[in-house]
């Protein structure tokens, strides 16, 4: 049984797997009504609520702590004050149950728990808060095909929420006021070779909210139109490219109904297989970072006890630096 432990942006989460089985998916979010996230309140937020999530979780899951193998900590990417916190409540826990820990790289958990929908050798289309890569396993490693040049695909949504005076998380409130118009106005559409940027687009729409004269759900609805088709002729590309057969959503934009539409349409057309797993395990979530840190476990990947001071944060690491050994 591994416990796990998500602590990279936003969400302070416990998660509990046995056997590839969720048994718990705690967490508590760090959101704002206005303006974005600022990484030393997150970690602070995740501080207060880290032991009453980890009773929740325990409680969920109807185990004591006697029962749990090893402790899977999410040490990287992400903002470095909240990877702290993670690295923190592992340690001490570790040293308090005397547990190897498992150190995981978030963003190859928010891939690998798509092989949960059943996805064999897909193209994955990883589009999250920080992260918009187009991305295909081979020969031991996750390669990057495409990817943004400047922001992700949900800063770039919650970066023009915020000017628009909402909240944070953006995405779904950017959703919602798509849905109210079928208005498209023309935005530019920035897509080179197989990377795309957002940030000129960024500028335009922000350009677009101060002449008062568009209807924010028009700017929605185009926003929407324009970067989701961006995202999906990257990902159609990389699969006639590779031959693959299978493309898989993950991420949090992933929640998106708009852009789950459009990656089915294209897969429709093209007979591929489209996947993606239910929102609980697209946002940040602490299973995620169980499920992968049950299957490295199983390989002998850990850290030892005595070790445990050999744990350590990695705020940059990047999709393509880590090694896969555990298929
Ligand atoms: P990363 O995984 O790259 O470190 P992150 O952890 O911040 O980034 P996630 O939790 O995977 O990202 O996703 C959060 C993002 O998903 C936010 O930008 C949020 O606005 C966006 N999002 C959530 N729901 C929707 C939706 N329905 N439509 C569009 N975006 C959404
Ligand atoms: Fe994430």
Redesign the pocket.
Known sequence: MILAIES????FGIGIVENGKILANEKDSYTTEKGGIIPVDAAEHHKQVADQVYKQALEKAGITEKQISAIAVSNA??LAPCLIQGMNFAKKLGGKLKLPIVPVN??VA?LEIGKLTGAKDPVLLYA????TQIIAYASGKYRVFGETLDI?I??F??NFARFAGIGF????K??ELAKKSNNYIPLPYSIKGMDVAFSGILTKLRQMIETNKYKIEDLAFSLQETVFAMLVESAERALAHTGKKELLLG???A??TRLQEMCKIMCKERKAKFFTPENSL???NPAMIAYLGEIMFNKGIKIKNKDINKLDINPRQRTDDVKVRWK
Do not use: F, R
């Not at 999250?128 to 992260?131: E, F, I």
């Open positions: 990279t942006a936003h969400t990417p992400g978030h963003c928010h999250s808060g920080a992260n992700g949900g800063n949504i919650d998380p953006g995405g779904p950017i959703q991420g949090g934009v929640c998106n697209l946002v940040d």
